[in-house]
């Protein structure tokens, strides 16, 4: 079992930057797979960005690419959701997640923090 905890998140200006943090106790992040999913306000959960135990490969879906980038230090049991070029529809709460597959689907997620507020203003 991991435990999961947020950082990082704050109120930005369009066109800014944020980095997120996600740091890990219990067991060994490395034995995972990581995402990060956000929820804006009366929406549904959506998939940021997923990476490989190794940190070899990532994902990010359309919606994000170029923009946002995952990244992780098994070292630091952290992993990290850099946001760039942030945009008022970026406004969400961000989750980070821990799985045993590479997926975009939340429901493969087994452990998830307890999320870190973004919000961008235009």
């Known amino acids: 079992q991991v435990q999961l905890v947020e950082s990082g998140g704050g109120l930005v200006q369009a066109g800014g930057s944020l980095r997120l943090s996600c740091a890990a106790s219990?067991?060994?992040?490395?034995?995972?797979?990581m995402g990060w999913f956000r929820q804006a306000h009366g929406k549904e959960r959506e998939f940021v960005a997923t990476?490989?135990?190794?940190?070899?490969?990532?994902y990010t879906p359309d919606s994000v690419k170029g923009r946002f980038t995952i990244s992780r230090d098994n070292a630091k049991n952290t992993v990290y959701l850099q946001l760039n070029s942030l945009k008022p529809e970026d406004t969400a709460v961000y989750f980070c997640?821990?799985?045993?597959?590479?997926?975009?689907?939340?429901?493969?997620?087994?452990?998830w923090g307890q999320g870190t507020q973004v919000t961008v203003s235009s």
């Open positions: 997640a821990a799985a045993q597959i590479v997926s975009s689907n939340a429901r493969n997620y087994d452990y």
């Open positions: 219990g067991r060994a992040l490395s034995t995972y797979v």
């Open positions: 990476i490989t135990r190794s940190g070899s490969n990532s």
